[in-house]
């Protein structure tokens, strides 16, 4: 049977040390361990675009456990290090996250299913 190229084949998810085994150094909550970051660049033609298409990424991938949607961002080719947040992700009193994109105008919550970013953000 032939393997899938690299890129196409499935992640394995992430193995926790069992707490007796547990490097000294890394001994905290998952969030305290360290681990990387997976920056994924996909190019798009205009900010409006880029975070539509960032919003559409993070819901398609949302079953990840490891991803945090929340956190996703876009950013100019040339001034990645300037990034603009795509989700609003205030925490809400279920302790869910707010789901808007970020700058919404109105309350936070489950809002319209597919929003304009607000000023065009």
């Known amino acids: 049977m032939e393997s899938a190229p690299f890129h196409r084949q499935?992640?394995?998810?992430?193995?926790r040390e069992s707490a007796g085994t547990?490097?000294?150094?890394?001994?905290g909550d998952v969030e305290d361990d360290p681990g990387y970051v997976i920056h994924l660049p996909v190019r798009v033609g205009n900010v409006d675009s880029a975070l539509r298409l960032a919003r559409a990424v993070?819901?398609?991938?949302?079953?990840?456990?490891?991803?945090?949607?929340g956190e996703t961002t876009v950013s100019m080719v040339d001034d990645q290090?300037?990034?603009?947040r795509v989700f609003c992700d205030l925490l809400l009193p279920d302790r869910s996250r707010c789901p808007q994109w970020y700058a919404h105008r109105g309350?936070?919550?489950p809002?319209?299913?597919?929003?304009?970013?607000?000023?065009?953000?």
């Open 58 to 69: 993070a819901g398609a991938l949302d079953f990840l456990p490891e991803l945090d949607p």
């Open 111 to 121: 809002g319209p299913a597919a929003p304009t970013p607000a000023g065009g953000r």
């Open 107 to 109: 309350p936070c919550g």
């Open 81 to 84: 290090n300037n990034r603009r």
């Open 10 to 15: 499935r992640a394995e998810p992430l193995r």
């Open 22 to 27: 547990a490097r000294p150094e890394c001994a």
